[in-house]
């Protein structure tokens, strides 16, 4: 039963990749009061491939996050996601998101299953009971992360990439379409980052389209299929080896504007 | 006497049996509510709102309107004021509740003076828990029941929105709706409170169960279990210790509540300070995995 409800989502889903982009961002311009953080940014992002955005600190890679989730309004321009609104695309459940690590309150009382639940949460009924179904979800999203044997410890006490993992599986767990996934790599040792690379192209094998914000260009080749660079508009965009080219990178980091 | 009449003594008297049933359900609400309210650092909103709750008390007294029309109006008020205050200029949180709340609470006060002989002052700021008619002891079932159906029914939700509300807006809820429920429910829990204990007691009630229960439990659905079972068990202490000391009933009450806490705070497993002390002189624990150091920036 399971497997013909997966086979017919993908056929819809391969119907609409045939002519709508699983991101499309066009004109997008934010500011702050007086201030621009966003100009004029054009990205597309197909389904089944992996975006690196690259920027330092203020280039507004946050705020493109935040435009696109909807928690902040631009001042122009749209976003579409997988052909729609991203208030339609989150009330469907195809957006998943990972935070930034400083963004979480790790003492909470919630457990790492807990955690990776809450990824079923928008395919519950309004009481958020777990079925047979979503627990089977949240065991192997857990599984894939290899987290299996700290699922029942406090999110708090895993290590920097361990964290990192348990948020990866709950976006895995929830099955979205389009994953935003905000530094991931940053503070994260070997073994989770190269976990964590292969949890994504897998994900992308799948099709699912995954935009992804990095400070630093290692694994940026393994990981991603474009790249884009940031400063307050999109100052280059093209493959991850073109992208790493110091001329290039001197666009986005280089002093001077 | 022997103990058992010592339990039961108390019950004989019918002013006693609505007295220690109000309290009981207050606790209950009061602390099931507050595991959220520590956890999104809301403590201080409870404080406010249950000051502000007070000019809308006296308007219903003085209007002839249920006691909980009048709360539940000005509570929410007070929160919409404090959130619009910290919205839309430059005071930030802390300031914006310590303004809205003691104005309205003031506000309070003057009405209070202008409607002479029918509201005790003193029975709103300390509570008048001996005085709890059997229609008021209605409507403290009413609204627990209301209060407590919504918090479980929506209790994944809401821990949720406490935790991350990012992923809740992410996957299509409105983490604007489950905070305003949550002060909804907190401007009416503060109406059934502020009969047991009063205006100034309320908070610890809206504080001290979660914040235990927070020390006890790594888990919130367990927390769910214990801060009731601490609220109830100091309740009912507290309201024994008045009876036969002849004390002060929400004094009392917050006082046994206070000390299960200070209590928890030494000696609770893993978490108490007195386990702690003795750790920091043992080996410290290594973390399980090492990370390597933040790589630098490009």
Redesign the interface.
């Known amino acids: 039963m399971r497997v013909r409800a997966q086979q017919d989502s993908l056929t819809r889903n391969n119907r609409q990749d045939s002519h709508e982009a699983a991101l499309l961002i066009e004109g997008l311009s934010v500011d702050y009061g007086n201030l621009r953080a966003l100009s004029d940014v054009n990205l597309r992002l197909d389904a089944g491939t992996v975006c690196a955005v690259l920027g330092m600190n203020g280039s507004g890679k946050s705020t493109l996050f935040k435009a696109i989730s909807g928690v902040i309004r631009p001042s122009a321009g749209t976003v579409r996601i997988g052909g729609q609104s991203t208030r339609q695309a989150q009330r469907a459940g195809i957006l998943g998101y990972m935070p930034q690590a400083e963004s979480v309150d790790w003492d909470f009382p919630v457990s790492v299953r807990d955690v990776v639940l809450m990824g079923r949460y928008g395919a519950m009924g309004p009481s958020r009971r777990p079925r047979r179904e979503d627990k089977d979800l949240t065991e192997r999203a857990i599984r894939i992360v290899g987290l299996t044997d700290l699922a029942d410890r406090q999110i708090g006490e895993l290590s920097g990439g361990q964290k990192k993992r348990a948020f990866l599986a709950r976006a895995l767990a929830q099955q979205a379409k389009v994953l935003l996934l905000d530094e991931p790599f940053a503070g994260v040792d070997t073994v989770s980052a190269t976990t964590m690379i292969r949890v994504l192209r897998d994900l992308a094998s799948e099709g699912v389209a995954v935009l992804i914000t990095v400070h630093d260009i290692e694994n940026i080749d393994r990981l991603a299929d474009s790249a884009v660079l940031l400063r307050g508009r999109v100052v280059y965009q093209g493959t991850p080896t073109s992208v790493v080219e110091p001329e290039n990178l001197a666009l986005a980091f280089g002093g001077g504007q | 006497m022997n103990l058992l009449e010592l339990i039961t003594q108390p019950f004989e008297y019918g002013f006693m049996v609505r007295a220690i049933v109000a309290t009981l359900l207050a606790a209950v609400l009061c602390a099931v509510l507050s595991c959220w309210l520590v956890?999104t650092g809301w403590s201080l909103l409870g404080d406010a709102v249950s000051h502000a709750v007070l000019p809308g008390v006296v308007l219903a007294y003085a209007l002839g309107w249920p006691f909980a029309v009048g709360a539940s109006i000005f509570g929410v008020l007070a929160v919409a004021m404090i959130g619009g205050v910290r919205a839309t200029s430059r005071v930030k949180e802390d300031a914006a509740i310590g303004i809205v709340f003691t104005t309205l609470f003031a506000l309070g006060l003057v009405l209070v003076s202008v409607t002479p002989s029918q509201v005790d002052l003193n029975h709103i700021i300390f509570g008048n828990l001996l005085g709890v008619s059997p229609e008021d002891l209605v409507q403290v079932v009413g609204l627990v029941a209301v209060c407590l159906a919504v918090l479980l029914?929506?209790r994944?939700?809401l821990?949720?929105f406490?935790?991350?509300p990012?992923?809740a807006?992410?996957?299509?809820?409105s983490p604007r709706l489950l905070g305003s429920i949550l002060l909804g429910v907190l401007a009416l829990t503060c109406v059934v409170a502020l009969q047991a204990v009063g205006v100034v007691l309320v908070v610890a009630m809206l504080v001290v169960p979660g914040a235990t229960a927070?020390l006890l439990?790594?888990?919130?659905s367990r927390?769910l279990w214990i801060a009731p079972s601490v609220s109830v068990i100091g309740s009912l202490v507290g309201l024994y210790l008045s009876y036969y000391l002849d004390i002060s009933s929400g004094g009392s009450v917050v006082l046994c509540q206070g000390s299960i806490f200070a209590l928890v705070y030494l000696v609770a497993p893993r978490e108490g300070l007195v386990w702690r002390m003795i750790a920091r002189r043992g080996p410290r624990q290594q973390?399980?995995?090492?990370?390597?150091p933040?790589?630098?920036?490009?």
């Open positions: 956890l029914f929506k994944k939700d821990t949720l406490a935790f991350d990012g992923h807006r992410t996957i299509g809820l927070r439990s790594q888990s919130m927390m973390p399980l995995e090492a990370d390597a933040e790589k630098t920036a490009v």
